[in-house]
């Protein structure tokens, strides 16, 4: 890619990204919050924004990439439009997630990792979501559903169009 043809993030992302490091004594912890905002108005965080908010940060972009990698709610490959990330961690497990994950497998008719045909949902295992106390539960978007039951399934999906 030449220079003329370099990816830019927006201005208001490169906005929230400034502000967000000001916050801080260097700038590379801002690179979680950068990754955030960029990946909201992309939906997803492509090799062309890890470039690009690394020359922002003043960073390598291994390091952006690194923590993209990390964190399980930053997406490196594109992702539908309703992202369901199902915790399948120990309390999930033990209070049903297996059954929740099957029974969104097979209403979807795909298996983690894959974007229904529709591209409006993208099914992903998410070892901890934090919410224990509320088991099982799944994120769509940036949405918590704890307490989940297989007879509620339909009405949540319902609600993302």
Known sequence: MNEDSEFRLSDSVIL??????DKYPVRKAAVKSALRYAQAEHGW?????????????NL???????????????????V???PIRVCTNISC???????????LREDLAIDFGETSSDGR????????????????????????HE??????????LESYP
């Not at 965080?45 to 940060?57: F, G, N």
């Not at 990698?69 to 594109?78: A, E, I, Q, R």
């Not at 307490?147 to 949540?156: A, N, P, T």
Request: charge should be negative; hydrophobic fraction near 45%; aromatic fraction near 8%.
């Open 16 to 21: 929230k990204i400034e502000s967000e490091a």
């Open 45 to 57: 965080i492509s090799q062309d924004i890890v470039a690009a908010l690394a020359r922002l940060l």
């Open 60 to 78: 390598e972009p291994i390091e952006v990439f690194e923590v993209a990698t990390f964190y399980d709610m930053f997406y490196t490959s594109p």
């Open 80 to 82: 539908g439009r309703h």
């Open 93 to 103: 497990l033990l209070r049903g997630s297996t059954g929740i994950a099957n029974r």
């Open 121 to 144: 949902f993208t099914l992903l295992e998410a070892e901890c979501l934090g919410a224990c106390g509320g088991a099982p539960m799944m994120i769509i978007d940036d949405d918590y």
């Open 147 to 156: 307490d989940l039951q297989l007879e509620k399934l339909d009405s949540i």
